[in-house]
């Protein structure tokens, strides 16, 4: 699978279910991504951690997020999908890469101020390093790009802050990532408070990929827009109607002139609809498939292994290099 083709890595955390936002900010871009570059997608399981989760539905959830990628059309002869906690290289290289960056450049970032103001009572030394962590998973696969929404965009770049940093010190070690962002639905925001991003701690707002469609529907029926009666794209102005915009684009391929136009002179009611309608159009042969496939665990636990194993292999020499670099005596 390794080839001359560039890298991409991106993972996603098995916090909660996954939602419209993920899937728009970053798991379309994935599978979009898939033919052109050699993909490796991890479920990273040690960076959910660091806020506290019960095991038993860490571990559903880490089986379940499998299987919807795969749902949405990961193929697994293409891509590496596999597990964080079975490549033992991550924390390996985080600790390493831990000595390389700044207390006061994991001070600034905007994830830990608002993580560590939610969760007050438990901020873990895990949840103010968890960046050097992501760091460490983004270039043991030396990647060229990182698929994410926009909210992940200062981690990518605090990525590529440390790795340069270490090239710097001790020549060309790690490749220097990029975030892609896509330019719709790098920012989905709730449905119920469009002034705030679409978050599974949000569940009112927030759309989930396994979602029965009688609840899509009905969430964006619900949906927040404004007092005026026109569909009109001005996130500024109109966040609620713009983000539905966002989300109906993104859904069918339209662009946003075409949708405005579409929905000239039909008041709110009808737009919500028609954009429920597409959300479910799009999430239900995703869901279907996703059921279908927990069905048969013997095969999700196949790709797991045979994933991790193709990680490790990638993972282990850029660790042994970089152990090298820092003057590890070798075994
Ligand atoms: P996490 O677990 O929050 O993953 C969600 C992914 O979906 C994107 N996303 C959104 N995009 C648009 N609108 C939204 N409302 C929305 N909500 C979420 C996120 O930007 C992300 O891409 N730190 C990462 C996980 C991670 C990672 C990595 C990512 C760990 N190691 C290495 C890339 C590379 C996170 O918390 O994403």
Redesign the pocket.
């Given at each position: 699978m390794e080839g001359q083709k560039p890298k991409i890595?991106?993972?996603?955390?098995p916090?909660g279910e996954l939602?419209l936002?993920?899937y728009?900010?970053?798991?379309r871009s994935w599978k979009a991504l898939q033919d052109d570059y050699d993909c490796v997608y991890?479920i990273?399981d040690m960076?959910t951690i660091t806020v506290r989760q019960k095991p038993a539905e860490l571990r559903r959830r880490a089986m379940e997020q499998l299987a919807q990628y795969l749902a949405i059309g990961l193929d697994p002869e293409r891509c590496i999908l596999f597990i964080q906690s079975h490549v033992p290289q991550h924390a390996e290289l985080a600790w390493i890469l831990g000595c390389y960056t700044q207390f006061g450049e994991l001070g600034r970032m905007t994830?830990f101020k608002q993580k560590s103001q939610q969760h007050a009572e438990n901020i873990t030394a895990g949840l103010f390093t968890?960046p050097v962590?992501?760091a460490a998973?983004?270039l043991l696969y030396q990647a060229d790009l990182?698929?994410?929404?926009?909210?992940?965009k200062q981690?990518?770049e605090l990525c590529r802050d440390i790795a340069q940093r270490f090239n710097g010190i001790y020549g060309d070690t790690f490749t220097l990532p990029e975030p892609f962002i896509p330019k719709l639905?790098?920012?989905?925001?709730s449905l119920s408070n469009p002034e705030n991003?679409?978050?599974k701690s949000e569940p009112e707002g927030c759309v989930f990929l396994m979602d029965r469609p009688e609840d899509i529907r009905r969430k964006f029926k619900r949906a927040v827009t404004d007092s005026e009666t026109e569909v009109r794209f001005d996130p500024a102005g109109k966040p609620g109607v713009s983000n539905l915009l966002t989300i109906y684009c993104s859904a069918t391929g339209k662009e946003i002139p075409e949708a405005e136009a579409e929905f000239a002179g039909q008041g709110y009611g009808a737009f919500k609809a028609a954009v429920g309608d597409a959300v479910v159009e799009l999430l239900a042969p995703i869901r279907q498939e996703a059921s279908r496939l927990l069905g048969d665990k013997a095969y999700l636990e196949g790709i797991y292994r045979r994933g991790a194993e193709a990680a490790q292999c990638q993972a282990r020499k850029t660790l042994s290099k970089v152990q090298r670099k820092v003057g590890f005596l070798p075994r």
């Amino acid at each position: 699978m390794e080839g001359q083709k560039p890298k991409i890595f991106s993972g996603i955390q098995p916090s909660g279910e996954l939602t419209l936002g993920s899937y728009m900010g970053a798991l379309r871009s994935w599978k979009a991504l898939q033919d052109d570059y050699d993909c490796v997608y991890c479920i990273v399981d040690m960076h959910t951690i660091t806020v506290r989760q019960k095991p038993a539905e860490l571990r559903r959830r880490a089986m379940e997020q499998l299987a919807q990628y795969l749902a949405i059309g990961l193929d697994p002869e293409r891509c590496i999908l596999f597990i964080q906690s079975h490549v033992p290289q991550h924390a390996e290289l985080a600790w390493i890469l831990g000595c390389y960056t700044q207390f006061g450049e994991l001070g600034r970032m905007t994830q830990f101020k608002q993580k560590s103001q939610q969760h007050a009572e438990n901020i873990t030394a895990g949840l103010f390093t968890y960046p050097v962590l992501m760091a460490a998973d983004i270039l043991l696969y030396q990647a060229d790009l990182v698929p994410v929404g926009a909210d992940q965009k200062q981690h990518v770049e605090l990525c590529r802050d440390i790795a340069q940093r270490f090239n710097g010190i001790y020549g060309d070690t790690f490749t220097l990532p990029e975030p892609f962002i896509p330019k719709l639905g790098a920012r989905i925001m709730s449905l119920s408070n469009p002034e705030n991003k679409m978050s599974k701690s949000e569940p009112e707002g927030c759309v989930f990929l396994m979602d029965r469609p009688e609840d899509i529907r009905r969430k964006f029926k619900r949906a927040v827009t404004d007092s005026e009666t026109e569909v009109r794209f001005d996130p500024a102005g109109k966040p609620g109607v713009s983000n539905l915009l966002t989300i109906y684009c993104s859904a069918t391929g339209k662009e946003i002139p075409e949708a405005e136009a579409e929905f000239a002179g039909q008041g709110y009611g009808a737009f919500k609809a028609a954009v429920g309608d597409a959300v479910v159009e799009l999430l239900a042969p995703i869901r279907q498939e996703a059921s279908r496939l927990l069905g048969d665990k013997a095969y999700l636990e196949g790709i797991y292994r045979r994933g991790a194993e193709a990680a490790q292999c990638q993972a282990r020499k850029t660790l042994s290099k970089v152990q090298r670099k820092v003057g590890f005596l070798p075994r």
